[in-house]
């Protein structure tokens, strides 16, 4: 998918470095978000991880996760998500943050 | 025996670990990144005057990719741009004013003065939790195998997501209200062609914010030189970004698509892509700065200070952590955590936000956002496009066109205009 200014979304995220812990430090409950009626994580959130499914579910990729804590803060249904830092040393890495 | 724990190695928690260890006490400094910056992300410049009382000549060793000289702010609307710019020699020279730099390189480096005075600096693990006994905090549970650490101070210093703060049921655990996200796209550019672009020199740099570029969604952007890169990003109020159902990538591509900005960015490639919140509530919205056996600083105490010209954090951060580390030996000894508060009341850090406290209320306010910045923009374009034949209309004709062109009522901008002038007194 091309963005709007010409970088594809790929592009865009290959750019950070992400040192990818085994346990996902997020957890999305897709049985909650299937009564959600926002769906308010899905543009919100910078990384672009929240994908809407066919059964109006979530399917989530906790892997390139910017760790900002948007989602939860937006998140329209208490319990829909589970949210803890990645194990020390391990997700985002910002070189020119 | 450790005196103090010091959660999170950000210019908070460096700077309350540098004064504690100072002090004799000691402190051990947490950071859950594999290095202090990694997970920390911001416009950006960093005003160094709060260090200079306990690093004189930081400014010799700060590193530092330009010093700002020149300061714009920029009101856009679509195709249109009014700017007031500023530069000043003063600011290429020591003492200096601001200057931009990167987290990663910034925090390690402020991180390192609290490890030379003595602190012990431990990477790559995450305090998980507080260890609580009674009312009084007494520790913090940790992601290391040998678990729970223990002292008589905790510093929270972990940043505008606070767990320890909100465990510790002195920060709400949502408050979106009160948020707001910003991204951030570094583009690298030849050194040569940034001096060029920008008219700097040297190691002088610029400092641009913007109003205007959020399609409405309350926030702003900013365009930032670094040494061979620039910063360009949007900040916005992470409700209405989610009600607007907008990504806040296409804003930055928005503001790069300008035409009062694309020639800057013209032919840069995208070096990094980052994101983080921005606690924005200010002085009306501010927790409770300690619980028994914890102080919460910077970020995590919402002590960032947001206030559209202005966006200073770190210094804040710097100024409250200072704060911490200065009167950690005193509150460990009386088990009286006041004298926190009470210090940085009578410092910068809580007076500025007391007297800026109404500042993000009118910034972020509906016609700041969204109807000013086209009155300016008509109001300008109407006294310097020349209509000949026809004579030139009077500013209170064109004031009153651009009022009515823009939805405002004279007496809005009366009204707003003394409550601005109330608030940036
Ligand atoms: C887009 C943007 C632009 C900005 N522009 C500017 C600017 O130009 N100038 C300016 O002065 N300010 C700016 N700010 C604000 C500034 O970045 C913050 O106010 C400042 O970083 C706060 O410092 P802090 O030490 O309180 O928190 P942080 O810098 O967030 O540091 C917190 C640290 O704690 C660590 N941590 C968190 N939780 C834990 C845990 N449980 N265990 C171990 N470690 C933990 C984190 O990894 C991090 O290193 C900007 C912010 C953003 C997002
Ligand atoms: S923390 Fe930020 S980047 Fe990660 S999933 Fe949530 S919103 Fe997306
Ligand atoms: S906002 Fe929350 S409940 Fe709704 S879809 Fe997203 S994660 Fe699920």
Redesign the pocket.
Known sequence: MTGYDGISFDDRMETVEFRVAERAHIV???D??R????????T?CPANL?A?TSDG??L?NYEQCFECGT??Q????EG??TWTYPDGGHGVVFRHG | MTDVIVVGAGPAGSAAALLAARDGLDVVLLERGPFPGSKNAYGGVVYGRVLDEVLPNWWDEVPVQRWVTRRSTMVLTEGRALTVDFRSTDWGKAPYNGCTTFRADFDSWLAGKAVEAGAQLVTSTVATGLVVEGDRVVGVRTDRSDGDLRAPLVIAADGVKSFLAKEAVLLPRTQAKHLTLGVKEVLSLPREVIDERFGVRGNEGVDVEILGCTRGIPGGGFVYTNRDSISVGVVVSVEHLAAAKVRAEDLVADLKAHPAVAPWVEGADLKEYTAHLIPEGGYDHLPPLSTPGMLVTGDAAGLCLAAGIWLEGVNFAIGSGLEAGRHARRIIETRDEKPYRAALEETFVLQDHKRLRGAPGVVLSERVQQQYPGLIADLVQGLFTVTNPTAKPGVVKLLRAAAKNNGVKLRHLMTDGLRGGKVFR
């Open positions: 999305v409950d897709s909650v978000c009564s959600c009626t926002t769906k308010a994580c899905v919100a929240f809407p579910g979530i989530f989602c939860y937006v998140c329209n249904a829909a998500l």
